[in-house]
């Protein structure tokens, strides 16, 4: 039996169906933030499935959680494959989940093949994919790849003031397992398997998508000082109210991001206004901006417009802009993407290839080794969203081409 053939679609969808459960909502969805309860009940479960098949596990210094399959060559360097395990706060069961199952999958269908492999072929789920919790997002495979230092990240601190440090201790107190130090060893090459996020396969009718690239991306955090009031004597003259000067601020911003073709995206996702109460004029308004666009140079000179209407709109409240990640468009290796493209036909599988408009760990671990993406659909392409769902047939599909790949990595 090939890889291929021991991919077994059951089982991946069981999995998928087990892990839902943990930090599942009402809706189906799930809220399983970085370094939560629910993260660590995931790690768990993951680690408690690869004791069944004896595959090794450890993870680095900032989480990252590394499962693997031994090779003949104990020094080769090992072909890896994953995503993450942390969600949205009203995320889907897909994101990122699919990676590592996917991955595991691979790892478990080359054992049932009994397919042996010259370089170890390891599954990882990386920490803090998402950065809705923790910012900034891709922070376990950023530090992994030397664009963040540990140090740093660390330090970092959720909307609710917990210091990452400490959530992550809590974390791997709760789902312990065999720590090396540091981060960052060498690795062969990298795929990594995800739900597209967008409409294109399931508009085009296509099984798998070949990913080409992925788009740059930039966040920021505007903060806006104003002065609180009473809300019935303060003058509209006298007042430096924090959200009027927002809501100019962000006006201003949609309407300088509003390109002819499309193509940009601008974000504003998350608003603190403070104090929040309802007959005290805002004293402080912080929000977020997550900006995207396939290249470099669009996003400086639209970092620049940013910048220039916080200085021309925040009057008389003093407002900065602070950019807190900056990750370059990527491009993915050739060698990869044809044997993404090969493995699919190999298969029978009708696939396209495309450009990734939503981030991955992949962006990171493009810049220390081979990197590729394996695109499935998901229904009508939606994403953080509860009602994100794809297909067991669809999910199977990736993943025979995955192991695939893997195994011809692995080989060469
Ligand atoms: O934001 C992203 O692109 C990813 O889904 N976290
Ligand atoms: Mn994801
Ligand atoms: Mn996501």
Not at 210 to 220: D, N, P
Not at 264 to 284: D, H, M, Q, W, Y
Not at 321 to 329: L, Y
Not at 350 to 377: Q, Y
């Amino acid at each position: 039996m090939s890889g291929a053939e021991s991919v077994n679609q059951q089982r991946l969808w069981q999995r998928h169906a087990d892990m839902a459960k943990l930090g599942g909502t009402p809706k189906g969805g799930v809220n399983r933030q970085a370094l939560s309860p629910e993260d660590a009940a995931a790690r768990n479960q993951l680690m408690a499935w690869a004791k069944v098949r004896g595959f090794e596990v450890f993870t680095d210094a900032i989480g990252n959680l590394f499962v693997r399959r031994a090779g003949s060559d104990t020094a080769a360097a090992p072909v890896v494959s994953g995503s993450h395990m942390d969600s949205q706060p009203t995320g889907g069961r897909f994101d990122g989940m699919y990676g590592v199952l996917a991955a595991f999958e691979a790892l478990e269908a080359l054992e049932d093949a009994g397919v042996a492999t010259k370089r170890p072929v390891m599954a990882v789920a990386w920490t803090n994919e998402e950065g809705s919790r923790f910012q900034p997002g891709a922070m376990g495979s950023a530090v992994f790849a030397g664009h963040y230092k540990l140090d740093d990240m660390l330090q970092q601190k959720d909307w609710k003031g917990v210091l990452l440090k400490d959530a992550l201790a809590e974390t791997l107190q709760t789902a312990p397992a065999p720590a090396r130090p540091g981060t960052g060893f060498a690795l062969d090459s990298y795929v990594e398997a995800h739900i597209e996020q967008g409409p294109r396969l399931e508009n085009e009718r296509k099984t798998i998508g070949v990913v080409t690239a992925i788009q740059g991306s930039r966040r920021y955090i505007v903060t806006i000082d104003g002065e609180e009031a009473h809300a019935g004597t303060t003058p509209r003259a006298a007042r430096k109210d924090a959200y009027a000067a927002a809501t100019r601020i962000a006006a201003a911003m949609y309407e300088a991001t509003t390109d002819a073709d499309d193509t940009l995206r601008f974000t504003i996702g998350r608003v603190e206004v403070a104090p929040g109460s309802p007959n005290t004029v805002p004293g402080k308004v912080v929000f977020t901006i997550d900006m995207r666009h396939p290249r470099n140079d669009v996003l400086e000179a639209h970092e620049k417009t940013l910048e220039a209407i916080v200085a021309a709109k925040a009057a008389p409240c003093p407002a900065g802009i602070e950019r807190v990640t900056n990750v370059a468009p990527t491009d993915f290796d050739p060698k990869v993407i044809g044997l993404v493209r090969d493995k699919a036909q190999a298969l029978g599988l009708a696939n396209m290839d495309m450009p990734s408009g939503a981030g991955h760990d992949a962006m990171h671990i493009a810049r220390l080794c081979p990197t590729g993406m394996i695109f499935v659909p998901c229904e009508r392409g939606i994403s953080h969203n509860e009602i994100e769902n794809a297909t067991p047939q669809d999910l199977a599909a990736g993943t025979r081409v995955l192991v695939e790949v893997l195994e011809a990595l692995a080989n060469r």
